[in-house]
Each structure stands twice: as C-alpha cells, then as structure tokens.
C-alpha cells in the first residue's frame, strides 16, 4: 500500500491513526476503496459487514488485506431482516 504524507493531515479530528472502523456494505466495490482509504490513514482495525458475506474472492483478499492493518480486518455476515443475525 502506497502511503502518502499528506493522507492523516486530511483526516478530521484525528481519526485514521490508530482507530477501528466498521463498514457496512462491505463487501461491495464502494466498500474495497474506502479498505484502501483506511489503509492510507492508518487505520488500526476494519471489520467489513454485508448481507450476503463474502465470495471466495472477497477472502482471499481479505487475506492480502488484513496485513496493512495493525489489529488485522474481518468479515461478519450480518443481514438485520434475519433476527438471528442482530441478536
């Protein structure tokens, strides 16, 4: 991941470094850049949430992924019309 020095001066009261970040939707392209985004600013932890989980793709990524991050990133299939998966 390409780091640039001016990524954390634009982030708004010091979020970025350091903190942890859920994404919903986060299995979707939308998602995969702000993954990346989080990356830049040093964010510490991501877990991504979506409905249907992630494909095969999505893991092996993932996998790739989770190494830019201090605490490591995760995915959670969660979809609140199912009660089973807000409880």
Same mark, same amino acid.
């Given at each position: *991941?390409?780091? #640039?020095?001016?990524?954390?001066?634009?982030?708004?009261?010091? $979020?970025?470094?350091? !903190?942890?970040? &859920?994404?919903? %939707?986060?299995?979707? !392209?939308? $998602?995969?850049?702000? &993954? !990346? +985004?989080?990356? /830049?600013?040093?964010?510490?932890? &991501? *877990?991504?949430?979506?409905?249907? %989980?992630?494909? /095969?793709?999505?893991?092996?990524? @993932?996998?790739?992924?989770?190494? +830019?991050?201090?605490? %490591? @990133?995760?995915? *959670?299939?969660?979809?609140? #019309? &199912?009660?089973?998966?807000?409880?």
């Amino acid at each position: *991941v390409k780091r #640039s020095a001016s990524a954390n001066d634009n982030v708004q009261g010091g $979020a970025g470094r350091g !903190a942890s970040y &859920v994404l919903s %939707g986060g299995f979707g !392209a939308l $998602a995969q850049g702000c &993954v !990346a +985004w989080l990356a /830049e600013v040093e964010a510490s932890r &991501v *877990v991504l949430v979506g409905r249907k %989980g992630g494909d /095969e793709r999505h893991m092996r990524g @993932m996998e790739h992924q989770a190494k +830019w991050f201090a605490h %490591g @990133m995760m995915g *959670v299939r969660a979809d609140t #019309s &199912v009660l089973g998966h807000v409880k």
